[in-house]
C-alpha cells in the first residue's frame, strides 16, 4: 500500500510525503507520486506520531475508580482487589479501549507494562499500533512467585510478534522484585536483545525504605547489583540527586518522565528534566496509567511537563515547546530504539495530519507553540497513520462504537462495587 | 424564545430541562414542555456554563507570540510594542476569537480587563456571551495619565450594556497605579455598585518591591489604603503569607488563580488553595491571557489547578474534581455576582451539554473525574446556551470561519516581525 499526502504544513513550509509501505519514502514540494491512496493535507500540519513512553493500557478500565485518595488506601482499596478480579476478557478490552484512545490523540506506538500478556498482544496487533509491550515480572521475594514470573516473560518472549509489537521485560520495582530476578531479567535480556523497563525513584517512600532495606538509594543499588545499562528505561525518577544523574548518564540508562501521574499521585512536581538533559540523559515522556493520570494524552503530557519545570524553577525559558515536542516523538522513539519519530525519507510510517482550521492554532504565529500550549490535546489531531496504515482519517476510527460500548457493558459492576 | 432539553445526564440521573427566556425554569423527570426548540440530550450530560475569572480577551492575537523568553524581554521586546500599536479593529477581532475559543470550551462567562474597552463591549454583545468587562485604569504615578484614564473609566461606565455584560473598574497593579487613583476607583467602585479587579502578588519581585517602595507586601499595602472590600476581586495572589490570607478573608475579598499562566511565565506554583479555602475565602480560576498561558479553556485550568495542588503538597487527596468543578462554575459565578453556575429553577440559563460517546468518558465510573481528569479540555463540550440563547450546537458556532480567516488576516504582520 501507498499513501501521498500533498500539500501538508511542515515546519515553515507546505510539503508533499509519499510513504511507500511500512515507511516515508519521500518529502518535497510538488512530488509527482502513483499511489494507493492520495490525502489532501490542506488546512493540516503534519507531525511525527507520539510515543507514550510509559503506561499501563489494560488500567483505561479503572479510569476515575477511586480518584482524589491517599495513595495506600487506593491501592489496597480500589485498586489491587479489583485488578486481582481481572479476567483476558477484561484486559482485552481494556487495551483496545486504550489503543482508540491513543490513536485519537496522536499516539502511534506505546510502551506497556502488565499482566496478562498474551491477549494485551492480541489487542495491540490488532489495532495495529506499534509498541514496546512489557512481560511483567514480581516476585515479592519469593522464590516461587519469581518461578511463576520467569517462565511466564520466557512463554510471552517466545510469542509470535509482527514487526510492529516487540517484548521487552518489566520488572515492577526494587520493592517487589529481589535483586537475584532482576539480575535474571537483566541476563535474559542482553541475551536475547531486549529492553527492560522499570518504576524507579517514584516517590519519597521508595527512596526512604531502600535506604532501609539496602542500604542504598535506589539508582545506587540499581548500580550495585549491576542493573544500570544502555537495555534500561526508568519510569519516573522523580526523586533523585546529582550523583543519580550522573550515574544514570554514564550508564546510558533512558528516562520516561509522567507529569500528569506524579502530580495527581501526589508523588511530587519537581522533576529534574535540566539536569538530565545537561548530563546528556535521553528523556521521553509518558502519561502512566488512566487510572493515576486519567488519560493517555500526550499533548497534555508534553504542555504539563514543560509548564511544570517553568513553574518550579521560576524560569520562563525552561524546555521551550519544541524540547516537549521532542520528547514525544523523536526522543521517544530513540528510547524504544524504534526508527521513527521523524518525517524524512527512511524514517517509518508513523506520522498525524493535525487540523488548523481552529482557534487555537489562530493566529498561525508559531505552529509548535499552538500544538503544545494552545491546542494542547490531541482533539486537535485528525489523521493517524501507522506503520503505513490510516487508523484515522477525519477523526474516526474503525470499530470506536464497540470499544467503548464493550467496556461500558464489562464495567457496569465496578461502578456498583465502588 | 424557549428551549427543552430532554434526557440529559445530571450527576447521577436523566433529567429534562426547560429554559424559559434568560433562565431555567425547570429541572426534573419526564417533564411534558411546549417549546421553541427541542434538544435531545441523549449520551450527553449537563454542566453549568464555565466562568473564567480572569483574562485579557483581546490578547488571544497575540498567542505565540515570543514564548519561552524572559519575562522582562518577553514584555519589553515583544508584546508592549506590538501593544501599544493595536487598532481598535485588532482588538475588536482579538476579542471575537477569544469569545470563539471560550464558546468552543463552554465557557459562558469571563472577566477582561483591557484597553479599548468600547470595541470589546461591541464583540462580546455580538457573540452574546455573558461578561464582567474592565476598564483599565493606569497612572504610573503620574497626574496627567491619571486623569485619562479616570475620564476613560467614566465615560465606559456610561455606555449601553446589555443585561449579560456589566461593567468594572480594572486597576492595573500596585506598581502601575498609585495609592491616590486607587482610592478613587474605590470611592467611585462603591458609589455606583461595581466591582474592581486588579493583578496582585503575581510574582516575587512584585512583592519585594512593594517592600521597597510602600514598606508593606502587597495585601498588606492594599488594607492600608483602605482598598480590602467585598467589591475586590484579586488576580493571582500566588505570594502571600497566612496573615495576608487572613486579611484576604476579613475583608471577604475574592481571589482569581490562574494556574497555567503562573506556571508559563515563571511567576510559581504554590498557590495556597488549601489554606485560602480553610480560611473561607472564594476562589475562582481564570486562564489569564492566551498570550501567556497559551489558550482560554476552562477545564484544563480546572484539572491543572487539581494537580498543582496535589503535587506540590504531596498530598493526592487536595482539591478533589468536583471541588475544581465548582470553582469554574458556581464560585466563579458568585465571585462575579451572577446569578448562574447551578442547574437549577430560578439560575440564569447559562450550560453546556457533553458529549459523553468518548474514550474519556469511557468507563463512566465517575462523569466529574471523567470531565476533569481524562477529557480535561473544552473539545468534550457538544453545545452551550448562555442566558438562553443556543451559541453552540454540535461544536458549530455561527460565523467561526470569518472570526480565524479575519484574524488571520490581521496578524500576518505580527509573524514577519518576530
Known amino acids: 500500500m501507498s499513501i501521498f499526502i500533498k500539500n501538508v504544513q511542515y515546519e515553515q513550509s507546505s510539503v508533499d510525503i509519499f510513504i511507500e509501505g511500512d515507511h516515508i519514502s519521500r518529502v518535497g514540494e510538488r512530488l509527482v507520486c502513483d499511489a494507493d491512496r492520495v490525502l489532501d493535507g490542506t488546512g493540516k500540519a503534519v507531525v511525527p506520531g507520539f510515543v507514550n513512553g510509559h503506561t499501563h493500557a489494560a488500567m483505561t478500565l479503572f479510569r476515575g475508580f477511586g480518584d482524589d485518595m491517599p495513595l495506600e488506601r487506593w491501592l489496597h482499596e480500589k485498586i489491587w482487589p479489583r485488578e486481582a478480579k481481572l479476567t483476558d476478557k477484561d484486559v482485552y478490552w481494556g487495551v483496545k479501549l486504550a489503543c482508540l484512545e491513543m490513536i485519537k490523540s496522536g499516539t502511534t506506538c506505546f510502551c506497556d507494562m502488565y499482566m496478562h500478556y498474551p491477549v494485551i498482544l492480541r489487542a495491540v496487533e490488532e489495532m495495529k499500533m506499534r509498541a514496546l509491550l512489557g512481560s511483567v515480572v514480581f516476585d515479592h521475594f519469593n522464590d516461587d512467585i519469581a518461578a511463576r514470573y520467569k517462565q511466564e516473560a520466557e512463554r510471552n518472549m517466545a510469542l509470535p510478534h509482527s514487526s510492529r509489537v516487540s517484548f521487552s521485560f518489566a520488572p515492577h520495582a526494587i520493592y517487589t522484585v529481589s535483586a537475584d530476578t532482576l539480575q535474571w531479567v537483566n541476563h535474559m535480556a542482553e541475551a536475547n536483545n531486549c529492553l527492560i523497563q522499570m518504576h524507579v525513584a517514584e516517590t519519597q517512600t521508595e527512596c526512604r525504605n531502600a535506604l532501609d532495606n539496602f542500604g542504598a538509594t535506589p539508582i545506587r543499588y540499581l548500580h550495585r547489583i549491576g542493573l544500570l545499562t544502555p537495555r534500561l528505561v526508568l519510569a519516573h525518577c522523580l526523586w533523585i540527586d546529582d550523583d543519580e544523574i550522573r550515574m544514570i548518564a554514564d550508564h546510558g540508562v533512558q528516562v520516561i518522565h509522567n507529569p500528569a501521574s506524579n502530580l495527581k499521585l501526589g508523588s511530587g512536581h519537581a522533576f529534574r528534566y535540566e539536569e538530565m538533559k545537561?548530563?546528556?540523559?535521553?528523556?521521553?515522556?509518558?502519561?502512566?496509567?488512566?487510572?493515576?493520570?486519567?488519560?493517555?494524552?500526550?499533548?497534555?503530557?508534553?504542555?504539563?511537563?514543560?509548564?511544570?519545570?517553568?513553574?518550579?524553577?521560576?524560569?520562563?525559558?525552561?524546555?521551550?515547546?519544541?524540547?516537549?515536542?521532542?520528547?514525544?516523538?523523536?526522543?521517544?522513539?530513540?528510547?524504544?530504539?524504534?526508527?521513527?519519530?521523524?518525517?524524512?525519507?527512511?524514517?517509518?510510517?508513523?506520522?498525524?495530519?493535525?487540523?488548523?482550521?481552529?482557534?487555537?492554532?489562530?493566529?498561525?504565529?508559531?505552529?509548535?507553540?499552538?500544538?503544545?500550549?494552545?491546542?494542547?490535546?490531541?482533539?486537535?489531531?485528525?489523521?493517524?497513520?501507522?506503520?503505513?496504515?490510516?487508523?484515522?482519517?477525519?477523526?474516526?476510527?474503525?470499530?470506536?462504537?464497540?470499544?467503548?460500548?464493550?467496556?461500558?457493558?464489562?464495567?457496569?459492576?465496578?461502578?456498583?462495587?465502588?
Request: net charge negative; proline share 4%.
Open 278 to 418: 545537561a548530563a546528556g540523559i535521553k528523556v521521553g515522556f509518558g502519561t502512566d496509567s488512566a487510572s493515576s493520570s486519567n488519560n493517555l494524552d500526550m499533548i497534555e503530557a508534553a504542555k504539563l511537563a514543560s509548564l511544570l519545570q517553568k513553574g518550579w524553577r521560576n524560569d520562563p525559558t525552561a524546555m521551550p515547546a519544541r524540547e516537549a515536542l521532542h520528547c514525544i516523538t523523536a526522543a521517544g522513539a530513540g528510547i524504544l530504539r524504534i526508527n521513527a519519530g521523524k518525517i524524512a525519507p527512511g524514517y517509518l510510517a508513523d506520522l498525524c495530519l493535525i487540523n488548523l482550521n481552529a482557534p487555537a492554532f489562530t493566529p498561525g504565529n508559531d505552529f509548535v507553540s499552538n500544538l503544545i500550549y494552545a491546542a494542547s490535546h490531541g482533539s486537535c489531531v485528525d489523521t493517524v497513520i501507522c506503520d503505513g496504515n490510516i487508523l484515522m482519517e477525519n477523526r474516526k476510527v474503525a470499530g470506536e462504537e464497540e470499544i467503548l460500548a464493550e467496556v461500558n457493558a464489562l464495567t457496569r459492576e465496578f461502578i456498583t462495587e465502588q
